[in-house]
């Protein structure tokens, strides 16, 4: 197997769990998860929900973990070197991480609007839910203000990204994650003591199955697969980085169990808030920006708890944007045969052009549409509903049925250093329950069920 003898690498064991998980921790945990779980019962879907990740996330994790550090490559070239005619896989990743940094870069950029409003105050001039969304349709159909901020997320994004491997992305991981954990904490206490905020926890910690449902699971599937950033190349590259001593099973265990505690510190801190003010847990998509600033504003010190709530946001999509933004690099780098700074920059300028041009269609040319679509929301769903289901599914395909076993046992057991006594059921897992679950997840996103 061909390997690239200066290509960097991550520091230690630590470097590459911090670096790893800060790919999948993002908004997906702490805007996407909290109100999908209360949309579907609470308590109930949390237990699903951990089940799917340990069952099905975690095993490909361990695969996409393995095609990464097996060739020291790229998505593409990692594909390519094990077998050219699953090279596709590869180029459906790096299609998937710029199509969805279009619409990530526009929704990061919110999230820096409303931390900024919460540090000068302004959002505390408000009152009810009514005039929070008025103030959020107002913000995102502005012609220059969403993409001012999707701009600065882009070059932020960029500064990171050009530092490097070890400088830009390894440092960063190392100030951000922790960074992250400290604030969710310090959230989630805060809405324990609120008072009410007990039935909020008991809401999302006391399973109800009576209100689950087989679409109930099927929405926990996919919530496990998009929050762990499985079939966009993320962590085949990361992992390219990985030095030849790094356990891959702890690694991607440690990423799992990390990505799944964010989510639950997430639920944490939004459902004691929310049913403290007697909020219905099913707000949807508008609960951070919506009824979550309505809720704070009731509380003392509004603008401190406020603005530690969106620097969370901000923290997170940061970490989720710059593993995005590293897949193309890296493929622009080594295929393409750029300069690293070349590849950045391409990268952050044809980025920067659709977070543009999708910012711009949930506004003035909201009109613009394809398929019914604006270009914001088509981007979602191209990625979210195809785009990773189908990368997932033959990334199961490719993994379990193709590699050469020999390369995948190598990879796990670090040449035979280590034990692993499950191996079977991984490959179970992994030939025959994921590939079934990630059809039928696709299956559903496209309203066959």
């Known amino acids: 197997m061909h390997h690239s003898h200066n290509r960097a ?12 998980a800060g790919s999948s921790v993002g908004l997906g945990n702490i805007w996407r998860f909290p109100y999908v779980a209360g949309d579907n019962g609470g308590g109930a879907f949390l237990v699903i929900y951990i089940l799917c990740v340990l069952l099905l996330g975690l095993p490909l994790m361990l695969a996409e973990f393995s095609v990464g550090r097996a060739t ?3 998505a593409v070239g990692a594909y390519r070197a094990l077998d050219k005619r699953w090279s596709f896989l590869g180029y459906n990743g790096v299609l998937a991480a710029f199509l969805i940094l279009g ?10 609007e409303y931390m900024v409003h919460s540090v000068t105050g302004s959002l505390a001039k408000y009152t009810t839910a009514q005039e929070y969304q008025s103030i959020f349709e107002n913000f995102i159909q502005n012609p220059w203000r969403p993409v001012l901020y999707t701009l600065l997320f882009v070059l932020a994004t960029h500064f ?34 609120m008072p009410g905020g007990g039935e909020g926890f008991r809401f999302f910690f006391q399973p109800d199955f009576s209100k689950v449902t087989p679409s109930t699971l099927l929405v926990a599937l996919g919530q496990a697969f998009f929050s762990l950033s499985i079939g ?3 962590m085949v590259t990361y992992a390219s980085y990985f030095k030849p001593e790094t356990n891959l099973r702890h690694t991607a265990l440690n990423v799992t169990i990390l990505d799944t505690l964010v989510a639950i510190l997430a639920g944490v801190v939004i459902f004691p808030a929310v049913f403290s003010v007697g909020i219905e847990p099913t707000s949807g998509p508008s609960l951070v ?11 003392p010190l509004s603008m401190v708890w406020s603005s530690v709530f969106f620097l969370l946001l901000v923290v997170a999509a940061l970490t989720s944007t710059i593993s995005l933004h590293e897949v193309i690099t890296a493929y622009c780098h080594e295929e393409w045969h750029m300069s690293r700074r070349a590849a950045a920059w391409t990268t952050t300028a044809a980025t920067a052009l659709l977070g543009i041009m999708a910012s711009l269609s949930v506004g003035i040319l909201n009109g613009w549409k394809l398929f019914g679509l604006n270009l914001f929301d088509l981007l979602d769903y191209l990625t979210a509903n195809i785009m990773l289901p189908v990368g997932g599914l033959f990334t199961c395909l490719f993994v379990g049925w193709k590699l050469d076993q020999q390369v995948l046992k190598d990879q796990i057991t670090n040449h035979g250093a280590l034990k692993f006594r499950i191996y079977r059921t991984f490959i179970f897992l992994l030939r025959y329950l994921c590939p079934i679950v990630m059809l039928l997840v696709f299956l559903d996103n496209l309203g066959v069920f």
């Open 232 to 234: 966009i190349g993320t």
């Open 9 to 20: 690498t991550l520091g230690g064991k630590l470097s590459a769990v911090l670096v790893a």
């Open 72 to 74: 020291h490559r790229n």
């Open 289 to 299: 920006f919506i009824t979550l600033p309505s809720i704070f504003n009731g509380m």
């Open 160 to 193: 990171v990204i050009a530092l490097g491997v070890q400088k830009g992305i390894e440092r960063s991981a190392k100030v951000l994650m922790p960074l992250l954990f400290v604030i969710l904490i310090a959230l989630a206490i805060h809405s324990l003591l």
């Open 103 to 112: 619409f990530y870069f526009v929704v990061s950029g919110w999230t820096a």
